[in-house]
């Protein structure tokens, strides 16, 4: 059974960084696709950064661009989601999610795509 495990969330102030991690058991990041998801209090969840063949096509959403950076590491297969000058607005619980089908470009942050999901991880950021 697969399972993914988000780590590395916390409370910061605005401006600062924040690197989430995600393991996973029973499979090898190298042969998937990969994203990270968020959810906020009252919102839906949506897509924050996608990424296909460890770099080939990365995409973000416009609210993270030039901000978070999503990368990963198959040697210690694990999926990393660098986030620099947090805003209040980036608070939320983050999901590392993983995929078998190469996503379009215009819809990568639909949540079908993506078969595993962990379990998240909080992200609050104070003004």
């Known amino acids: 059974q697969v399972r993914l495990v988000e780590s590395g969330g916390g409370s910061v102030q605005a401006g600062g960084t924040l690197r989430l991690s995600c393991t996973a058991s029973?499979?090898?990041?190298?042969?998937?696709?990969t994203a990270w998801f968020r959810q906020a209090p009252g919102r839906q969840r949506e897509g924050v950064a996608h990424m296909y063949a460890n770099g080939d096509d990365t995409y973000y959403a416009d609210s993270v661009k030039g901000r978070f950076t999503i990368s990963q590491d198959d040697v210690k297969n694990t999926l990393y989601l660098q986030m620099n000058d947090l805003k209040p607005d980036d608070s939320a619980i983050y999901y590392c999610?993983?995929?078998?089908?190469?996503?379009?470009?215009?819809?990568?942050?639909?949540?079908?795509?993506?078969?595993?999901w962990g379990q998240g991880t909080q992200v609050t950021v104070s003004s």
């Open positions: 029973t499979l090898s990041f190298a042969d998937y696709v």
């Open positions: 999610a993983v995929g078998f089908r190469r996503p379009a470009y215009v819809d990568w942050y639909a949540e079908s795509y993506y078969s595993y």
